[in-house]
């Protein structure tokens, strides 16, 4: 080789040695290659939860019921609350393709008592134990993008629980075992379509129709009076997720149509007066088609804290047609003593309904002390203007049965020319120790908690035991001592 190649040849392996270490050191450098999505298949999961607990009325009340809940309703006795399996592939809302899901959920357990869907299982086990259905829907997400889309769209065709509120049907993911009265008063179930549109990254639009609260499919048995209703709303989540803001409402006619003879006006029971509107229930003087029931909720979720969590939510409810009154708007008295003294029958000129309402607002503060133990509490106070809400169903069919409109002999209402202002307080505590690790058994859930409930206008909605100075077991105030276990499990 010529001498004058040489520093040919060493600028040329020079020139390649830093080729090779550039290219090694990239290698070492690049982030490794994202792992493939999982199969479709692979991403359903099958779990669920058994609880029971029971609920300790210091009151004793002579009737064993405590009032103004539903699913923590038997005072002094152990309660199965329920076994629920859920079978589901959850929808990817953030997906930039489409992604389809399902959630089918069964739950069996005296709680089904109330979570119902007409002509779905209702009367197949005649105990306080049933079984039915939760949620049976399909999901999809559309990445159908636009100025009013940003996000896509969601959307829910079935069976599925209500938006309204801050507690759930899912009993693990609340922070007490006993409910609020906004939850216990309010929408539980729908039946139809709900479209969630994410305008924005901190908007999203609810939109949806449903067949009513507590209905199944269009048509007899499924819907009670064959009418739609609407569901829909909207949700802020503000501060990078640590405030969010849900305004839900729901709206329609809920008055079942009484079925049966239709040129036979219903009657509650043999002799009573019939009602004016043919086929219509004791609760509803009007035509079931057009009466309305309104459900609404505003309900914030702050996360102060990475601990610390404040929940507030305000509830709005409207009935049109309850609580008759004659077409005259006179007190009886008045009327009758009209009709004694002129002959007249105003008496026998058809009721009208003047409607019912509530409203009410719940505080929750819930704070982590460790990964064991949270701290929680609730005040709330609710007011019920014409004792059209609150009621109690302690039949095994009490519930379902107002739902289709039948006779409910065991039910229990307050008289309805007056309202109740109820006040509740909570304090309890979530436990959830540290266990071995376990083949499906997947944590524990301990939760007792100390509630105290008053009606704070003078009325004594509640029970206790009978004395000969208190011949009905009437109470103002009922303390209590609740608790719960959930053990919740994974099958696949």
């Known amino acids: 080789m010529k001498w004058y190649y040489l520093p040919i040849v060493t600028a040329a392996s020079i020139a390649a040695s830093m080729a090779i270490a550039a290219d090694v050191a990239a290698k070492k450098k690049a982030p490794p290659a994202p792992p493939p999505p999982p199969a479709w298949l692979d991403t359903v999961t099958v779990d669920g939860f058994v609880e029971g607990g029971v609920a300790i009325n210091f009151n004793q009340p002579f009737n064993k019921l405590n009032w103004g809940h539903l699913y923590t309703d038997r005072a002094n006795w152990p309660t199965f609350n329920g076994a629920v399996l859920t079978v589901q592939r959850p929808l990817d809302s953030k997906a930039t393709t ?36 939760l949620e049976a829907n399909l999901q999809a997400h559309l990445p159908w993008t636009s100025f009013i889309s940003q996000g896509g769209i969601d959307v829910k065709v079935g069976q599925f629980p209500t938006y309204n509120g801050a507690e759930v049907m899912y009993a693990k993911d609340n922070l007490f075992y006993s409910h609020s009265y906004i939850f216990n008063f309010g929408p539980f179930l729908h039946t ?92 509803c003087v009007c035509d079931p088609n057009s009466a309305n029931r309104t459900f609404s909720n505003l309900t914030t979720t702050w996360k102060v804290t990475e601990n610390l969590t404040l929940i507030t939510d305000i509830a709005y409810n409207r009935e049109s047609g309850s609580n008759p009154i004659s077409q005259t708007g006179l007190p009886a008295a008045t009327i009758n003593a009209l009709d004694a003294n002129f002959g007249t029958n105003l008496a026998g000129v058809p009721l009208k309904p003047q409607g019912a309402d509530s409203y009410a607002v719940a505080q929750y503060a ?15 106070y609710y007011r019920d203007n014409k004792n059209f809400f609150v009621a109690a169903f302690p039949g095994y069919y009490d519930a379902i049965n107002v739902f289709h409109g039948f006779p409910c002999y065991s ?66 105030s009922q303390g209590m001592f609740n608790m719960d276990v959930i053990i919740p499990f994974s099958l696949l």
């Open 411 to 476: 039910c229990i209402f307050r008289p309805g020319g007056q309202g109740t202002s109820y006040l509740g307080l909570t304090a309890g505590v979530t436990i959830t120790p540290e266990l071995p690790k376990m083949p499906i058994i997947t944590g524990l859930i301990i939760r007792p908690e100390f509630r105290w409930d008053t009606a704070v206008n003078g009325t004594t909605p509640f029970f206790r035991g009978v004395t000969s100075s208190n011949p009905l077991g009437q109470s103002r």
């Open 366 to 380: 819930s704070y982590k002390v460790n990964d064991i133990f949270k701290v929680n509490g609730r005040v709330e």
């Open 98 to 133: 489409y992604d389809f899901g399902f959630k089918a959920q069964l739950q069996i357990g005296e709680d089904m008592r109330y979570n119902h869907y007409t002509g779905t299982l209702e009367y197949a086990i005649a105990d306080r134990t049933q079984i039915g259905f």
């Open 192 to 283: 139809g379509a709900m479209f969630t549109t994410h305008v924005r990254d901190w908007l999203d639009i609810y939109t949806g129709v449903t067949t009513g609260v507590n209905t199944g499919f269009p048509g007899w048995p499924g819907d009670n009076n064959n009418s739609p209703s609407f569901h829909g709303g909207f949700g802020l989540n503000l501060l990078d997720g640590n405030l969010t803001i849900l305004g839900i409402v729901h709206h329609g006619p809920e008055n079942p149509v009484q079925r049966g003879n239709p040129f036979l006006p219903f009657a509650p029971f043999p002799g009573a007066l019939a009602l004016t509107w043919p086929n219509t229930p004791l609760a």
